[in-house]
């Protein structure tokens, strides 16, 4: 052993009938290194990490802890070899508050008894040492994403994990969470804990990685050191061809309004208050309008709002001069709106449909698909296969693939493809790149800019400053459920919205 | 390449389904023999369990056509359990939807003469009312429909009763028989039962009609309107994801309702076949017990992976080992073993859910860590092991 590796995957295969996916990948991680795992959606990231933490068995290759082989059967021996996990969906009770969460599986008692009060003093210094601000008794159900995320590293330093893997961990996080996560992650480092970054994100790799090991469709391509690359050589070896970083898009030609919000308040019964505040703005057709701020600022509650999951305390919205305040979901669709929603788990697929059932989620009711009430499968079919085709959208089965056991990019893209088809008048886009690779994203932007110059109107909403800046043409700025203010891009600076985005100034 | 794709996953998972049920079966058979075996050993094989396996066959062809006419009402309540697990609601009210039914249809009959069609649709229409209560529940307050509809099983069967018995006094009640009339020897009542077109005559019954062929005609109509139509699809997107389906604009609540009240229409219409079929009268003197019908079809659906089709086969066999039940030697054993060993084999066919994913494995291989869905990402590999 020349270097001190504390973890190694040495030759890793790990197939699947029709495909390998990983194929003899070696991944050496040194003690106090923040190593990168970089690669596509679909590439073999997840199913390698899932080998380490002994979800998956390998059918070649080994694994090694401080240079001894090691056997890997069950995420309970990556727990005792010290190897912890964030996955990219966490795996949380709902119903139970946070400090359970921590320490369910190694619930500290006395004869069978619940002894919680260590367990809290516990999960406090760490809350404290580390800067992961937690609320102990809230209820998973009731914090935010980013909160969540907290509670899934706690978990792993509650039980005293010396190697930490992060599945995609910012794919959920606001900018300031991202910085948070990043200073947390360099914590760890001085500590000597070992991290394994999961991530498509070059910036986040550029900014807190040691070295970076690179993944294209199950092969490895190297191993780099991040302070001798640059993120064009990185997207480079990911993609295997040169990706477009900046979005290229003529200045728009605004028309017509679409939209048109006035003063739209909303009421959140569990807090008591009003999470949206009297939001007014216009939407024109062919213009992109990008909400931002920072999660948990009325952004969500406004698209339920808008798009007629939830009601309006107060206020009015009209598409296209057509008043749809208290217009019916689906009256929404047929005048030509269109949702991307926030979270496709939850509302944009029915995940144990097959894929060409979620293709006609929202157009099954149209003659197109539908005779008499009879379902046209051929053309459910064929209409499913062409957005796959068209919209490159990659699955085990096709049309038939259950879209759970999609990856999270491609099911986004299926959720992608079938709002845009549908021709809307006006796309509302939350979140549309989260969890995606440079690759898909590039993809998905490009759409969403053609949108534009078709004529239509786009409401983007983004957490994501980088989207934000690239994609609007026009930013407004949300906090504590108000618009605190309107933006051009171009003269703009990423600070500045980052002050009116925490709320610093208004 | 698709189309050959779909034909296979789907067979392998019928095929898993089907030696599923048949492994619960073949358990349940070998559990019911040991309950012999113990009881009585020197008879539980030819007087005991060849009894049981033959079920109607034992004495045909009169058996054939008692499980007959129990088995038509079972699909029914079978079809009502199955319909509802397809939308996501587990419909534990059969057994009220159904007395509820024997109501509508006994009313029907023995007050106001109607024919048999007109019973069968009020039998119906009963039975959807009284599924449509819990479903409103749950659209609108959310209470679990599980809850409800047990709640709703007792109020159903004492208000059904209540009104039939009268304090004796109760027109649809024949106090010598401590029953409902008899609609065979009722007068007036001609045409009131569903009728046999012979049947009885080739299996020397007199309750054997055409209820069979109707339930069967019912659980391919159920399986159309799920696999078929626009309404199964916004029916089982609501069951699956009622977020998602509240986001493609299908009106969950509604949906919601629709689906309990038609698994109530189904056991409703169950109980019509029934007591139009003259199988039996009501007791309404027997207030403690839930009809059998009704729980048993939580068997036959969970034995028929909640496919209306297999509905009726589960149901069949389910009747069949009761009939075979009644045919055992009270010589030898006391009447209740005959509950007790069909009781034993339908509440192993419940199970039939635990076989499946092991005989899929034993079947299709896969090592049993790598089918565990850990995240989005790895799992299209798995489907495809699954699907090959």
Known sequence: ?506 | MNKKKLSHTGMRSSLTSVLAALLCILIGLVCGYLVLLAINPAHAWSDGFVRILKGGFYDAPYGIGKMLANGAPLVMTGLSVAFAFKTGLFNIGAAGQYTLGAFGALYCAIVLHLPWYVGLLAATIMGGLWGAIPGIFKAYLNINEVITSIMFNWIGLYLVNEIIYGNGMGVMYDSRNTRTWNLRRLEGAEGTMIPDFGLNKVFQTNSTTIAIFLAVIVAVLIWVILEKTTFGYELKAVGLNKNAARYAGINEKKNIILSMMIAGALAGFGAGLFYLSGVSEWNPLNSTSLPAMGFNGISVALLASSNPIATIFSAIFISHITVGGSFLSTKYYPTEVADLISGIIIYLCAFSMLFRGKIHGLLFGGKRADKTNVNAEPAPAAQKKEGK
Request: charged share 25%; hydrophobic share 40%; glycine share 8%.
């Open chain 1, 1 to 506: 052993m020349a270097e001190d590796f504390v973890i190694e995957m040495l030759h890793i295969t790990k197939e699947f009938p029709g495909i390998k996916a990983n194929d003899d990948i070696t991944l050496q991680l040194r003690k106090g290194e923040v190593h990168a795992l970089l690669g596509e959606n679909g590439a073999g990231k997840s199913t390698l990490m899932s080998v380490l933490f002994g979800l998956y068995q390998p059918e070649a290759g080994t694994i090694r802890k401080n240079g001894k082989e090691v056997q890997v059967r069950n995420p309970n021996d990556a727990n005792a070899l010290g190897i912890g996990m964030v996955h990219q969906h966490f795996k949380l009770v709902e119903c139970f508050s946070v400090l359970d969460n921590i320490i369910l599986g190694v619930e500290p008692n006395k004869l069978g008894f619940l002894q919680k009060s260590e367990a809290r003093k516990k999960v406090v210094e760490l809350s404290e040492k580390y800067g992961l601000r937690v609320d102990p008794d809230a209820l998973i159900e009731d914090i935010s994403v980013g909160m969540q995320q907290r509670v899934e590293i706690l978990k792993m330093l509650y039980r005293d994990n010396e190697i930490l893997i992060f599945d995609e961990p910012t794919a959920v996080l606001t900018p300031q969470e991202i910085d948070e996560l990043m200073e947390i992650m360099r914590g760890f480092k001085k500590e000597g804990k070992s991290i394994l970054f999961i991530t498509h994100k070059l910036n986040e790799i550029m900014a807190v990685a040691d070295r970076c090991t690179v993944l294209r469709k199950g092969k490895y391509m190297g191993t780099v050191e991040i302070a001798k690359t640059t993120k064009e050589e990185l997207s480079r070896m990911m993609v295997g061809r040169d990706v477009q970083l900046a979005v290229e898009k003529e200045p728009a030609h605004p028309g017509d309004v679409v939209l048109d919000v006035q003063g739209v308040t909303m009421y959140n019964a569990a807090h008591k208050k009003n999470s949206v505040n009297n939001v007014s703005f216009q939407v024109r057709a062919g213009e992109i309008v990008c909400l931002a701020g920072i999660e948990g600022n009325g952004q969500t509650e406004f698209v339920y709002g808008l798009t007629g999951l939830e009601k309006l305390a107060s206020g009015k919205i009209q598409m296209d001069g057509k008043d749809i305040t208290s217009a019916s979901i689906r009256q929404r669709s047929k005048d030509g709106m269109s949702h991307i929603p926030e979270d496709r788990h939850k509302h944009g697929l029915v995940l144990d449909y097959t894929l060409e059932k979620n293709m006609v989620l929202q157009r099954y009711w149209q003659p197109e698909f539908q005779n008499h009430g009879f379902i046209r499968q051929d053309k459910v079919r064929e209409y499913s296969d062409r957005l796959i085709q068209q919209y490159d959208v990659r699955s085990g089965q096709g049309s038939l693939t259950i879209a759970r056991s999609m990856s999270g990019g491609n099911q986004q893209k299926a959720i992608i493809a079938r709002e845009i088809d549908r021709d809307p008048k006006l796309l509302v886009a939350v979140q549309p790149t989260r969890g995606l690779d440079v690759g898909a994203i590039e993809y998905i932007h490009r759409q969403i800019v053609a949108e534009r110059d078709k004529g239509k109107a786009v409401l983007l909403v983004s957490l994501e400053l980088d989207e934000v800046m690239n994609l609007s043409d026009r930013i407004l700025v949300m906090y504590e459920g108000e618009i605190v203010g309107e933006f051009d891009p171009k003269t703009t600076t990423v600070q500045e919205l980052g002050l009116y985005m925490a709320g610093a100034r208004k």
